[in-house]
């Protein structure tokens, strides 16, 4: 008796954490993503300019 | 020492095996320049040697400038196929008006799309029009980046510019057109400690002859949002701090009755600190979904080792140090 309650208890808990995700997907895809929301994201932008042709180091007396 | 082809290589090889990802980009006048007197084979073998080291390390984009222009469209063809990523919204075929390398580059980075074009200068001297030839034309870049701008509004969340037209058309492109959030320009070589703001978009330089990297860190939190430079509430910081110690400073003298002449000065400093710190609280109280931005100059010094394959390149080319002028 103890052991079949257990079991209904664990697929109960299944049951409302599997329903949380799909509502957290369903709300995800469907609100905040269109709503410009989405996951932080960290990109580095690695930028130069006027190299003007130098192939070495410059040295601070020139 | 900074700077160095070599020490470029390396130095993205590092910053390559950072964990998130690098976009790598440049944004013109990567050669020299022919006019200066130097043997024209030699200047041609140098930008080979270059357009080399920038495949190798796989930059992204590299925007075509006039000094790239001046080694002819048929050599800068030959880099493209090469594996030199070159764009150019406005660099066209005279006849068909299509443009001459692919306009712009889009890199996708998770749910955010960050685009990059290029511009350059359609106001030109005659030995660049003559390198150029007949075939190609540099149409007007205010009226190009009108149309980029409103295409890349809907195919990106991000667009910069790489822009070889200097600072002075730069501002007139961001007072016309909005829409651009940042302008990584070239042309004059300036050094900006910190990003230049006009309207909603920042404007930045990387100095000149390859001495330092602009290093630009996105934390993307919204498509649709403005940046703002993360890097601001931390000079507000210090700069207050800094206040603190020169009214504390002056108070003591105050308080000892020496002088009176300093109690303008404290009321001065006392405004601007509570300036900033209504600052300070107003970028506090940003939303946590807001894009942030930081800037800063890396100089490329000993502290980078020198990629040996690249060394080998530039001795075998014949190119050494102290004929380097």
Same mark, same amino acid.
């Given at each position: 008796m103890t052991r079949v309650s257990e079991k209904g208890k664990a697929l109960t808990y299944f049951k409302a954490s599997l329903c949380l995700s799909v509502l957290y997907m369903l709300f995800y895809s469907l609100v905040a993503v269109s709503a410009g929301f989405a996951e932080t994201v960290k990109v580095t932008i690695a930028h130069t300019n006027?190299?003007?042709?130098?192939l070495f180091a410059y040295k601070t007396s020139e | 020492m900074l700077g160095g082809l070599a020490r470029r290589v390396a130095s993205v090889d590092k910053l390559k095996a950072e964990k998130h990802p690098v976009i790598l980009v440049d944004s013109g006048r990567?050669? +020299? &320049?022919?006019? !200066?007197?130097? &043997?024209a084979e030699k200047v041609s073998m140098n930008a080979r040697l270059i357009s080399r080291a920038y495949s190798r390390m796989g930059v992204h984009a590299v925007n075509v400038g006039d000094l790239e222009l001046l080694q002819g469209i048929p050599f800068l063809k030959e880099q493209a196929s090469q594996g030199l990523n070159l764009i150019s919204? /406005? %660099? !066209? &075929?005279?006849?068909? +008006?299509?443009?001459?390398?692919?306009p712009y580059f889009i890199y996708n980075v998770e749910n955010f799309r960050v685009a990059f074009f290029g511009l350059l200068s359609s106001d030109m001297g005659q030995e660049i029009r003559k390198a150029m030839g007949e075939d190609a034309v540099a149409i007007d870049p205010v009226k190009t980046a009108e149309e980029m701008v409103a295409r890349l509004r809907e195919e990106a969340d991000i667009v910069i510019l790489l822009s070889s037209l200097g600072l002075d058309k730069e501002r007139e492109i961001i007072s016309k057109i909005p829409?651009?959030?940042f302008v990584m320009g070239g042309h004059e070589g300036r050094f900006f400690h910190t990003m230049l703001k006009e309207s909603e978009t920042f404007v930045v330089q990387s100095y000149w002859?390859?001495?330092?990297t602009g290093r630009l860190d996105l934390t993307l939190k919204n498509t649709t949002s403005i940046f703002h430079d993360a890097g601001e509430k931390f000079r507000i910081k210090k700069e207050i701090a800094d206040l603190d110690r020169r009214l504390e400073r002056i108070k003591i003298v105050l308080d000892e009755g020496k002088? /009176? !002449? %300093?109690e303008f000065t404290y009321q001065k400093i006392t405004k601007k600190r509570a300036q900033l710190q209504e600052t300070l609280d107003s970028l506090n109280r940003l939303p946590y979904t807001e894009n942030l931005f930081k800037w800063q100059m890396v100089p490329l010094d000993n502290s980078y080792r020198e990629d040996r394959e690249v060394v080998d390149w530039i001795r075998k080319a014949g190119f050494t140090a102290s004929a380097k002028k």
């Open positions: 006027n190299l003007n042709g130098r | 990567l050669f +020299k &320049d022919p006019r !200066v007197g130097e &043997d919204a /406005n %660099l !066209v &075929d005279a006849s068909s +008006k299509k443009t001459i390398f692919p829409g651009i959030h002859a390859g001495m330092y002088s /009176n !002449v %300093l």
